[in-house]
Each structure stands twice: as C-alpha cells, then as structure tokens.
C-alpha cells in the first residue's frame, strides 16, 4: 500500500477545493463540556455562522481525544465534507499534547478511507515549538493512512482506499523548516510502514531467509554495507545461540548486519542497533498453548524495526555512526531442534544452560549483542519481543526498559517524546542470583522455572553478552510492537513500528 502524497498549503482552508478537511475540536471544561473549534479552524467556523459548534454537538461530538465526528458542509465552504477530530481540553499551552495530535490526525485520516484528497486545518503554533507540532501532524497522517494491503482474492465490494493525498495547512507553504519537515516525515513513515508490512506478512511467506533478502532489499541502493551470515556461517563463527534456535527448523537462520558511517566526521560516535528476529516463535520443543499462536508471527518486530531504522538512517544522514543487527530464526519443535538441558556457547564464549526453548528470543539476542560490542561500539540499543511478563507488568502501550542509566535515560526520554512510550525497570541482583546453573556460566531462566520477575529475567541474562564500558539499552516491545484491537489513532490492526521512532530521536540527539 504507497504512502500518500504529503503537500503543504497556505490557502484559507475554507477556500481549498479538497475531498474533506479535517478540523480540531476542543472541550472547555470550565464551560459545562462546551465545544471549542482549535487554532487553524477560524475560516471554517466563520463560515458556518456560528453554528459549527452547535451542529457538531447535535452529531454528538464531545472533543474527546481521537472521536472523529463529519459534517456535511452544504456549501458553505469549498470541501464537501468536514472532519471535526477531538483533541481533548483546551490546551493551557499554545497546542495540544503532540501524541493527542499524533492520535488526533491518525484517526481522521484512518476515518476517511475512500476519500482522494484531504486537507489538514490543525493546530500549529507560530513559535519555537512549530516543527514538533508539524511533526506529529505529518507523521499521524502517515501512519493512519496505513492499511497492510493482505492477501484476498477477490476484491472487497465495500472496501475504501486509503487516503490518497494530503494537504497540510501552514501558515507559510514556502518555509524551508516546514518543507524538511516534509521530507523527514516520509522517510520516518517509509521506515515505520515496511516494518508494520512485515510484521504482518504471514509467517510461512516470511522465514528468516526471505527476511533476510527483504531487508537486503528494501536498502538496496542506499549505501549502507551489508553483511548476511548464513547458516554454515554462523555455525563456523561461533554463533551458539542463533544456531541452537535455528537449527529446528527446515529455513535457516541468518544474521544480517547493517552499517551506515558519516561522511566527513572525524571519529563519529557508533551506536548498534540490534533486534529479535524469530520470524515464528513456536515455542520450541518447550511448545507454546495453541490459543493466540499466530501472533508469534510477530516475533521478528525488533529486527524489523531495526533493519528499517537503517533505511530511514541512510536517508537522514546522522553524524552518528551506526550499525543494525539482526538475528533471525525460526524458533520450531523438530527432531534437530535445541533442547531444555542443552549448554550453548555464545559468541562472546559465555555458556547458558537451556531451561525453556521457549525462552528463544534471549539466545540469538545474545550472539548478537556480543558480536555488536566486538565490532567495537560506544552504545547498543537493543529491542525485541522478549517476554510475555513485560505485557503483564506494562500493557500494550509501554515498552519494558532495562540497561545502563544513561542509555536508558536517552531512550525514556525520546520514547516519551514521539510517543513511543518505555519504563525503566531494575536488573536486580537476586534476579541474577536466581539463574546461577550448576555446570554453566548462567542459566537461560529462573532455575526454579520461577517466573517472579519475568521481564526482569531477560534483561539480566542479555547484560551478561554486553562488554565492559559499552552503555546499552533493552527495549522489550512484546506488547507495543503488535496491536491487537481495532485500529486506534495512528495504530491499525497488526504491527505498529515501535520503536523506530524512538532510535532515530536517540541517535539524533547523539548525532
Ligand atoms: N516471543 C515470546 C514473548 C512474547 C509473548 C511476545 C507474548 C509477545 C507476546 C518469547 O519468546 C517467549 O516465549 N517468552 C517466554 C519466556 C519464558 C519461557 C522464560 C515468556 O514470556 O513466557
Ligand atoms: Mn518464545
Ligand atoms: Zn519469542
């Protein structure tokens, strides 16, 4: 499914000869829940004399965040039809929250599926804070556009597209800072909608070499350095734990390293991004309960967020050096399949007794960081679908944090920013005394199968495979990188794309 096509206007939006125009509302708490059309919804509201308000209450609306309320406009201005969107209270601020707006937007564009051309009349502030609210508008718009395009067979007879066309509504279309914006939106949205295709591609079409080659594709041409390490690669290498978890299966797994270096900065900082890429977790010979297992197909979230990032780093040009790994396998139950009792050797030559195959995510994580750190970095971010005990602890929306405090102060930071939400979370000592192995450095688990403390476990274990000096961050995204309800604000059904936007604002802030 292509991205719309993203434009800025300067025209009165009463005056734009669009398909639909979308409009902020407000509630007024001090005024009995009273409407309020927000900032950039004057011409419009001009020109209903005073009864847009009024009629949009009698539709119902109410300014909650996200409720999208249209109106047949009748005439009074050029577009046909108006998209009233709530953006909660009256700000106190010169704009609303920007993920309010982010939501906002996503939601109006999502809600107009079937319209060509739609115009954005929202609430841009005329300060400092203008590119951030242009922002989140582009990307909400973006990112509510997306609808993973499946596989039927015969067209669907009410089925609407997309929006085709975007218009956004600045009080300067000429203004070079808004045109960057522009061009930054596409690239992130480019990056954050490849990544939901191929979470949500199923997983027989998606085994760890097709992925490989997707990715390999999807940066063909950009600059970046590849590296694929296949199976009989691998296994010479001394990749212990991709190789234990891909060895069940009949599709091999495959580490694909990524590399992006700065023109023209002497000793740039280097940062590794590294992901989870199991294109299916079964469970292993530990199988999982049959209930819900298809969304394992979403297994590989980290490393499609990761590999994608790097598209998005080639374009935007940070003066960071940074490298993506990602660690792929098919996590399957067969006769060649690792065992619960086996003792792997890691690439850094660490041994981790298994517990549970099912704990796979941790196994190829750990070849993977170590490789990382022995190509030599300052940080490592690394993120994956790591434990279902970060979707009891957190939710779906907030991501688990576990490393070093100023890696993880970045990622809260910027996480919070995009909203890309991640909580910082302890590594506590009697987490790591619980995975002592009598004949191995450490265990994969809690030895007592305890499951007190569950997302903690994966990051206790993870930190044993980071070298001495390098910061480090792990984001376990089992809940935010998969959306299982119905499409809300940005969000449609299947992958979200977290946390790409929340690397590129570390690396951008490091850059
Ligand atoms: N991929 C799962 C974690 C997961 C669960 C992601 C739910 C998304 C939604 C991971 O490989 C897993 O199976 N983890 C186990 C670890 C356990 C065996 C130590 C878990 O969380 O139960
Ligand atoms: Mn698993
Ligand atoms: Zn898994």
Partial sequence: MTQPNLSLVDTDPAELAVDAIVIGLHSQPDEGGALLPAAGAESIAAAFEGKLTSTLALLGASGAPGEVTKLATLGTISAPLVVAVGLGDEPSG?????????RGTGAAVRALAGSGTVA???????????????????????????????????????????????QVHVPDAGDAAAAAEVTRAEVVARAVRLTRDWVNTPPNLLRPPQFADAVVAAVEGTGLEVEVLDFEQLKAGGYGGIVAVGQGSEAPPRLVKLSYVPDGVESPKRVALVGKGITFDT?????KPAAGMWEMKSDMAGAAAVGATMLAVAALKPRVAVSAYLAMAE???????????????MFNGKRAEVYNTDAEGRMVLADAIARACADGTDYVFETSTLTGGQVIALGKRIAGLMGSDDAVERVRVAGDE?????????????VRKGMESDIADISQTNSNLDRAGHMLQGGVFLREFVAEGVEWAHIDIAGPSYHTGEPTGYWSKGGTGVPIRTLLSVIDQLG
């Fill in 94 to 102: 010169s704009a609303p929250k920007l993920e309010t707006l982010r």
């Fill in 331 to 345: 996590n399957m139950p067969s006769g060649t399949a690792y065992r619960p009792g086996d003792v792997i050797t």
């Fill in 418 to 430: 995009v909203g890309e939400p991640a909580w910082p979370m302890p590594l506590p000592d009697e």
């Fill in 283 to 287: 469970g292993g010979i530990s199988i």
């Fill in 120 to 166: 954005l009349a929202l609430p841009l502030p005329d300060d400092e804070d203008a590119p951030s609210v242009l922002r989140a508008i582009l990307e909400g718009a973006l990112l509510g556009q997306y609808k993973f395009a499946g596989y039927k067979t015969k067209p669907q007879p009410n089925r609407r597209d997309p929006v085709a066309a975007v």
